[in-house]
């Protein structure tokens, strides 16, 4: 069984940062992908950005620029660097994990609104 923990997510204000991190535990062999989706209100899950077991990195095009991925193999943790923060990307943010056996794992959400 692998657990997710995110934290980090809150309130800020247009143009600020925020910086969310999850820390994975359990039965892990070996970590493929970790990655951070998020999911706004009214609308589908979509991928904000992923890191592979090598290194790369993949961002989705609202994101490019902005937001900043990096992963912590140690210590099986994963964060995103949030900045320039807009409206658009209130919603809650969920990590992702997936095993070499290409199962995904998924944390509890935490919330990121954006607001003045």
């Known amino acids: 069984q692998v657990q997710l923990v995110e934290s980090g997510g809150g309130l800020v204000q247009p143009g600020g940062s925020l910086r969310l991190s999850c820390a994975a535990s359990?039965?892990?062999?070996?970590?493929?992908?970790m990655g951070w989706y998020r999911r706004a209100p009214g609308k589908e899950r979509e991928l904000v950005a992923s890191?592979?077991?090598?290194?790369?990195?993949d961002y989705s095009d609202s994101v490019k620029g902005r937001f900043t991925i990096s992963r912590d193999n140690g210590h099986n943790m994963v964060h995103l660097q949030m900045n320039s923060l807009k409206a658009e990307d209130t919603a809650v943010y969920y990590c992702?994990?997936?095993?070499?056996?290409?199962?995904?794992?998924w944390g509890q959400g935490t919330q990121v609104t954006v607001s003045s």
């Open positions: 359990g039965r892990i062999f070996f970590i493929s992908d």
């Open positions: 992702n994990l997936v095993d070499s056996r290409r199962q995904h794992y």
């Open positions: 890191v592979n077991s090598g290194g790369s990195t």
